[in-house]
Antibody, heavy 119, light 110 residues
Framework: QVQLVESGGGLVKPGGSLRLSCAAS????????MNWIRQAPGKGLEWLSY????????YYADSVRGRFTISRDHATNSLFLQMNSLRTEDTAVYYC????????????WGQGTLVTVSS | QSVLTQPPSASVTPGQRVTISCSGS????????VYWYQQLPGTAPKLLIY???QRPSGVPDRISASKSGTSASLAISGLRSEDEADYYC???????????FGGGTKLTVL
């Protein structure tokens, strides 16, 4: 069965960096585009970034462009989000989501990992 | 402010029907598919509707959705307590080259 398991969240100081991982299993990872989506405490969903199946095309939300980098490793079936220059407003639960055939068609989601940016 | 506009809340009694609206523009809803996600308390979002009005397997037929122009709506009939959740619409936005979500609608079943 399809599984997406995020890890790497934690407490980091403003200006710091963190790398999130999403371990994928139960499907052919390279066949699917993947996305990162976050949810600040008590707030709605915010899409952050997209990467296509072969890792050649990426998109970013304006709020993270230039600070966050999405990548993937087919050898380990993993998706990553490198987060630099973190701000307090980046505090959120970060979800990875598998995309099926069309943009915004997120058919499977991970359980999320919490990132807290605080001094 | 979210690019897609949803009412922040809705309250209905069990057995009743509710409609949740989602308003956008030609760059998102107008020219792209709309998706709906349900987020139960403390859990990850789950796909509820894809390609404007299609239900994934396992989603009951008392849940339906439609799209017209730059707006979309989600309807749930025969409401039950287990339908209490946050509901989000989403679409690709061509101008932003990204996915946009509505702000979410918190559904309360009184």
């Amino acid at each position: 069965q399809v599984q997406l398991v995020e890890s790497g969240g934690g407490l980091v100081k403003p200006g710091g960096s963190l790398r999130l991982s999403c371990a994928a299993s139960g499907f052919t990872f390279s066949d699917y585009s993947m996305n990162w989506i976050r949810q600040a405490p008590g707030k709605g969903l915010e899409w952050l970034s997209y990467i296509d199946g072969d890792g050649s095309t990426m998109y970013y939300a304006d709020s993270v462009r230039g600070r966050f980098t999405i990548s993937r490793d087919h050898a380990t079936n993993s998706l990553f989000l490198q987060m630099n220059s973190l701000r307090t407003e980046d505090t959120a639960v970060y979800y990875c989501a598998r995309e099926w055939t069309y943009y915004a068609y997120f058919d499977f989601w991970g359980q999320g990992t919490l990132v807290t940016v605080s001094s | 402010q979210s690019v897609l506009t949803q009412p922040p809340s809705a309250s209905v009694t069990p057995g009743q029907r509710v409609t949740i609206s989602c308003s956008g523009s030609t760059s998102n809803i107008g020219n792209n598919y709309v998706y709906w996600y349900q987020q139960l308390p403390g859990t990850a979002p789950k796909l509820l509707i894809y390609r404007n009005n299609q239900r994934p397997s396992g989603v009951p037929d008392r849940i339906s959705a439609s799209k017209s122009g730059t707006s979309a709506s989600l309807a749930i009939s025969g409401l039950r307590s287990e339908d209490e959740a946050d509901y989000y619409c989403a679409a690709w936005d061509e101008s932003l080259s990204g996915v946009v979500f509505g702000g979410g609608t918190k559904l309360t079943v009184l």
